[in-house]
């Protein structure tokens, strides 16, 4: 049974920086595309980031490139995200997902996505 554990999460001021983590259990890690998603209030989830399995290609969307990093800690079992120079529009609570076929058109697709996590809220306020 695959689980994921978001934590990191909190209260920070704009420009500030957090770093996410996902802890994956229930398969082997580098077999599965990991995702990062985001829910802001009164919208809908969108995509963030993804590193795809066997050593595949990362990805993110427009709103967050050159901003954040997600990054593979696999002896850990873990995918990060490293959010730069924080902004109110970051403020959601951040889903972590994984799937074992995700092809490359459906990246930023949450419909690829088998597994999530409970979320962790990021918010961003001064």
């Known amino acids: 049974q695959v689980r994921l554990v978001e934590s990191g999460g909190g209260l920070v001021q704009p420009g500030d920086s957090l770093r996410l983590s996902c802890l994956f259990s229930?398969?082997?890690?580098?077999?599965?595309?990991m995702a990062w998603f985001r829910q802001a209030p009164g919208k809908e989830r969108e995509f963030v980031a993804a590193v795809r399995r066997f050593g595949g290609g990362t990805y993110y969307s427009d709103s967050v490139k050159g901003r954040f990093t997600m990054s593979r800690e696999n002896a850990k079992n873990t995918v990060t995200l490293q959010m730069n120079t924080l902004t109110p529009e970051d403020t959601a609570i951040y889903y972590c997902?994984?799937?074992?076929?995700?092809?490359?058109?459906?990246?930023?697709?949450?419909?690829?996505?088998?597994?999530w996590g409970q979320g962790t809220q990021v918010t961003v306020s001064s």
């Open positions: 997902a994984s799937g074992e076929g995700v092809i490359l058109s459906s990246v930023g697709s949450e419909r690829a996505y088998s597994n």
């Open positions: 229930g398969h082997t890690i580098n077999a599965v595309t």
